[in-house]
């Protein structure tokens, strides 16, 4: 361990949600105040593993891996400066030495230490609770440990009917088990919600075929007579199961706190003040293991700020700690569940407006003030379409309308009165997984960020839990709008229309060529963004040939040329290898046409091979050989699909579990030559290991024993996006139906030069969204799109055999209308056995042109030129 | 002295609203016909993008801005204006622009040495 004698010591115990938070918050304030990071920082995790997304635990099961979930990783730790361990769980703490040990023995020295040791899942002390199938649901490793359960059982028990135990029974349901809920107490989710709601949430659980037990305490667990055990309660009744799921709650994980002289509560909970001070000076505790105010914070967000206010205690600011609203809304096995504040109005003088629907299942309450002015609490349950609304009434004390029941009355007709952003606070709080009020986005706009994708990515907001995200999109409209920002869309000056309005001309009005469209809906002659965005539409829509004479003037360069234009003005030139798979005799036919044109050859990240250095003349010459031998044009010029890269799969690897070379090469000839907004890159994966490295991809596939995973929207490049998981075990007539609807959506619906990455971040409704089109067909448009991406299938030409096949096109590729000579200016050297462009000193030099030479290359191998 | 018009191709060779090159003593020379309506207009400047620092202008794409034509370098898509050669996105850069006609089927420029 490199210990630095200038820096402030902090030690973290503990890197679960909050302690990781306090990581980066330490470290930005820290640069906030003194301009750099002025703390040398260790964490120490008892789990095999850096910091997770815990509140997204159970998407573990719909096949988000660990790395997904992952907060953090060890490369960002490091470039961040924080040393850390991993199976390292604090024993003992010395305050006086200020030193804390893990159990290998290892010591460590603070001058202020975090305590952000989280809760764990009491399991409550029955006879027979430590059997191999009696679980938790806390941990990744506890995920691992029921999904191996659910694979050998039949039936399924969850212990406790709250929130977290509802969660539990979602999955062990998807994991196709009879699911059983036990709860001591007469209701379920008796935290949130009053009796009334408790009963509907009941009614439609069990419609969805989850049994739920309540007021039933177990008294032992024996072994089974069908099923593995049996639960017996204390009323005499029984119940047979395969696999207990314990989430009777959780306790404050104080251990260490109550072992060496911290003050504890009570009942539990490491004792701290507004700054999230223990009863030690140089001692913090916060998330779950911290008690404030006699009171436990179960969730993440009032985590959070306790680590703002622990971090800004240390670094001298004046951020506090003063409690968190504890408002949760939720779906939970597809039922909407809503509570705000005094969900039981519990507080003196509260009143009640109640309204049920039996029929739907809904149920909703308000609960308001004694002096009947504002809004207290509120349960929803089946249906929370109000609920940001009556948030945002309780936390900003906002007066009640004349009727508050209107607030939670359907509406016949008449929208419901929803409040406008505009009515809002600066103060009000839109996310409070970051913190972040309408005043910060206010401020961000004032600091320039102009759409919503730029206000998530300065504030951060709603890329927390993500419940916020309407909320933000409206706040930020209206605020856009009272700027008078006209959200503008116009692609250029030669046309007042956004990509997608054009898009939607030509395929109603039935345009067919940039002359057409301009003449109808433009002006001037256009320009360099709006003709290749209009060649792309035109592809997109008729897929004719994109060198016919209409079409070709539109196209940027590379696609005029169906080649990438290198700094030197030659060209590169790439083959299709579809899949990444090539025979031998083609792979010499490449380096024979290499040899014979003197071309620089390198493999590219897309397995295929890319040769450089052509002449514009010397294109259709090269492109003549290769089609020769069986090859077509690879689109690497165009803004279409490049690549689909798969690894071996199930044919020859051990660990491959499905034949993705064979689906990389399907995928690939059927959606060659698509034209889109912007470049598409797929790929394929033979098993779970993920070596195609799918989920960087715009569509990644993933083979499952079952079929295939697909995701959706991922980037490598600049900007990295994780792909979304879109959905699971597909046959591959869906995959492919599934992939043609998200394309041909995406070519309808985005920007010009957006790569699905950015499409989706800026999709409203998001991934959900999409999934609706897509999956449900929510707008009726699946078949149209399929039939449009059949049409772009069953037109595809290769582009190099049409272009050296017509005279018209091959007369293009000449550097001079009126000489036979080469580009005296394009002029190789050599290196590593390779030629590649001169540089500006070394042409000088070779063409003699006298100019004070720099740095004197030395042996340059001028290479002929023919 | 006198006009000095030297014949360099057919007016078929030329592409509408697009670029070719000739060769004219030794000198790459970008010509653009862009047709506006009923209008034609011929344009002759320097191949050499003077940033990207190859010969490459004539395979730009043309376009106008504010009812000026220009061609956009494939290399970094700066704009040069084609009647001026100034560069719309650099003001410290600036391409060679000759006058150039169309008489008797001839594509002609005049270039002053
Ligand atoms: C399935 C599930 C769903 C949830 N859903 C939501 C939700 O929708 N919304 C919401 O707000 N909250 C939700 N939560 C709660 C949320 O995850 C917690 O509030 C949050 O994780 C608390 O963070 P923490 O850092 O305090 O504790 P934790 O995340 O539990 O982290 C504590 C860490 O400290 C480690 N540790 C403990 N003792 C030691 C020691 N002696 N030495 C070293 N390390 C130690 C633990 O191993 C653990 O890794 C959910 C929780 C679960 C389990």
């Known amino acids: 361990m490199t210990t630095n004698e200038h820096l402030t010591r902090i030690v973290i115990v503990g890197n679960g949600m909050v302690g990781h938070h306090f990581v980066e918050q330490l470290i930005q304030q820290s640069n906030e105040v003194y301009g750099k990071n002025q703390f040398h920082i260790t964490v120490l995790s008892a789990e095999p593993r850096l910091a997770y997304d815990r509140v997204h635990l159970s998407e573990y099961f719909s096949g988000k891996t660990a790395d997904e979930l992952s907060l953090t990783s060890a490369e960002h730790y490091q470039e961040l400066g924080v040393d850390f361990q991993v199976n390292a769980r604090v024993d003992q703490i010395d305050k006086q030495a200020k030193m804390v040990t893990i159990e290998s023995g290892a010591v460590f020295e603070y001058d202020k230490l975090i305590l952000a040791t989280g809760s764990f899942p009491f399991v409550p002390p029955i006879p027979g609770n430590d059997q191999p199938h009696c679980l938790v649901y806390r941990t990744i490793e506890d995920l691992e440990a029921i999904s191996a359960s659910a694979k050998v059982s039949k039936v399924g028990v969850v212990v406790g009917g709250g929130l977290l135990g509802l969660e539990a029974a979602n999955a062990l349901k998807e994991a196709g088990l009879k699911t059983h809920v036990v709860e001591f107490a007469p209701q379920l989710m008796a935290v949130q919600v009053d009796v009334s709601g408790g009963r509907v949430l009941k009614d439609k659980i069990e419609e969805l075929g989850v049994e739920v037990h309540t007021q039933k305490a177990t008294q032992s667990i024996e072994a089974g007579e069908n099923s593995r055990y049996k639960m017996v309660f204390a009323d005499g009744e029984i119940l047979e199961t395969d696999m207990i799921l314990f989430s009777a709650g959780i306790r404050p994980q104080d251990k260490l706190a109550r072992e060496f002289g911290i003050v504890i509560g009570e009942r539990g909970g490491i004792v701290v003040n507004d700054h999230c001070l223990t009863s030690d000076p140089d001692i913090y505790a916060i998330g779950e293991c911290a008690l404030w105010n006699n009171f436990i914070f179960g969730l993440v967000a009032p985590g959070y700020t306790m680590a703002r206010a622990a971090a800004s205690n240390i670094v001298g600011g004046d951020v506090v700690f003063e409690g968190a609203d504890m408002s949760t809304k939720l779906k939970l096995m597809g039922v909407e569940v809503g509570s705000i504040g005094d969900a039981h109005a519990r507080e003196h003088g509260a009143q009640t407006y109640t309204y049920e629907d039996q029929v739907a299942g809904v149920y909703k309450k308000i609960v308001i003030n004694a002096e009947t002015n504002k809004l207290t609490g509120a349960v929803l349950v089946g249906d929370t379409g109000d609920y940001d609304t009556l948030l945002q009434y309780a936390l900003n004390e906002i007066d009640l309308p004349e009727f508050p029941e209107s607030l939670i009355l359907p509406s016949f007709g008449d929208a419901a009165p929803t409040l406008g952003a505009d009515a809002l606070p600066e103060t009000a709080m839109i996310c409070s997984c970051h913190n972040v009020t309408k005043g910060d986005i206010i401020a961000s706009l004032d600091g320039g960020a102009c759409d919503l994708a730029e206000i998530k990515s300065c504030t951060k907001a709603s890329t927390g839990c993500g419940g916020c995200a309407a909320l933000l999109k409206s706040v930020t409209d209206s605020e856009l709008e009272k700027r008078g920002v006209e959200v503008k869309k116009d692609i250029c000056e030669h046309f007042a229309y956004s990509r997608q309005e054009l898009y939607h001309m030509v395929q109603i009005g039935q345009i067919k060529t940039f002359d057409e469209l301009l003449s109808k809906h433009g002006s001037g002659i256009g320009c360099e963004v709006c003709k290749p965005a209009a060649a792309s539409i035109l592809a997109s829509i008729w897929n004719d040939f994109v060198l016919e004479k209409p079409h070709v003037t539109l196209q940027d360069t590379n696609d005029t040329y169906l080649a990438n234009m290198q700094k030197n003005g030659t060209y590169s030139v790439v083959p299709r290898i579809a899949g990444g798979e090539i025979t031998p005799d083609k792979l010499i036919v490449l380096g024979q046409v290499a040899k014979k044109y003197n071309l620089y050859t390198k493999v590219t990240g897309g397995q295929r091979i890319d040769l450089f250095g052509a002449r514009v003349e010397q294109l259709p010459l090269i492109w003549e050989e290769l089609i020769e031998a069986g090859f077509e044009t690879g689109h690497a010029y165009a803004k279409s699909l490049r690549t689909v890269k798969s690894c071996v799969g199930s044919t020859w690897c051990r660990y491959g579990v499905q034949d993705s070379v064979g689906q990389a090469i399907d995928l690939e000839n059927r959606y060659k030559g698509l034209r889109s907004p912007h470049k598409l890159k797929f790929a394929v994966s033979g098993c779970t290991r993920e070596c195609a490295e799918a989920q960087s991809k715009d569509i990644g596939v993933i083979a499952t024993e079952n079929g295939w995973n697909l995701y959706v929207c991922g980037n490598g490049g600049m900007k990295p996006r994780h792909a979304d998981l879109f959905a699971t075990d597909l046959d591959t007539e869906t995959l492919v139906k599934y992939i043609d609807r998200v394309l041909m959506f995406y070519v309808r619906t985005a920007d010009r030069l957006q790569r699905t990455s950015v499409w989706m971040e800026n999709m409203e409704g998001g991934l959900d969204y999409l999934k609706d089109v897509v999956i449900n067909d929510s707008l009726g448009l699946g078949a149209e799109l399929e039939q449009q991406m059949q049409h772009v299938v069953d037109t595809y030409q290769c582009e190099w055999k049409t272009a050296v096949t017509s005279e018209q096109s091959r007369k293009r590729f000449r550097q001079f209308v009126n000489s036979e000579k080469s580009d005296a200016n394009i002029i190789f050297v050599e290196e590593r056995d390779q030629i590649r462009p001169a540089t500006e000193i070394e042409i000088d030099q070779i063409l003699g042109v006298k100019k004070p030479v720099k740095a004197a290359a030395t042996s340059i191998n001028i290479v002929e030129v023919e | ?113």
Request: charged share 20%; hydrophobic share 40%.
């Open chain 2, 1 to 113: 002295m006198s006009e000095n018009w030297i014949n360099v191709c057919t007016s078929s060779d030329l592409v509408d609203n697009s670029g070719i090159c000739a060769l004219v003593n030794d000198e790459q020379i970008a010509l653009f016909k862009i047709c506006q309506g009923e209008e034609q207009f011929i344009y002759a400047v320097s191949n050499w993008d003077p940033i990207g620092k190859a010969n490459v202008l004539y395979r730009g794409l043309v376009g106008s801005i504010m009812d000026e034509h220009f061609v956009a370098s494939p290399l970094y898509k700066q704009r040069f204006k084609l009647s001026s050669g100034e560069c719309v996105d650099d003001d410290s850069v600036k391409i060679t622009v000759y006058p150039a006609r169309i008489t008797d089927q001839q594509v002609q420029l005049q270039i002053v040495s």
